[in-house]
């Protein structure tokens, strides 16, 4: 059973940072593109980021550019999301999912709200 749990979400300032970990199980995790996705309250899912096999490629939607930075470990059968500088229209529950766009399964969310 494939399984993604994700965790670090929380309330956060303005400016602040949080780092999202994604624990993976039940597949080859190192087999995937892996990504995240989020949903802010009231609106559809919206893809955030993406990391190749390997994380020697990385992609990002154009407003989380030189913000976030995916990364993972395979050994570990993680995947992370390092978010800086967040602003409120960050807030949202944040996904791990499988795939490069989420394709495959998604885990149950971390909620991330950015306010002061």
């Known amino acids: 059973e494939v399984q993604l749990v994700e965790s670090g979400g929380g309330l956060v300032q303005p400016g602040g940072s949080l780092r999202l970990s994604c624990a993976a199980s039940?597949?080859?995790?190192?087999?995937?593109?892996m990504s995240w996705v989020r949903q802010a309250p009231g609106k559809g899912l919206e893809w955030v980021s993406a990391?190749?096999?390997?994380?020697?490629?990385?992609y990002y939607a154009e407003s989380m550019k030189g913000r976030f930075t995916i990364s993972r470990d395979n050994a570990k059968n993680t995947l992370y999301l390092q978010m800086n500088s967040l602003k409120s229209e960050d807030t949202a529950v944040y996904y791990c999912?499988?795939?490069?766009?989420?394709?495959?399964?998604r885990g149950q969310g971390t909620q991330v709200t950015v306010s002061s």
């Open positions: 999912a499988k795939g490069p766009k989420g394709e495959y399964g």
């Open positions: 039940g597949f080859t995790f190192e087999n995937y593109y």
């Open positions: 990391i190749s096999r390997n994380g020697g490629n990385t």
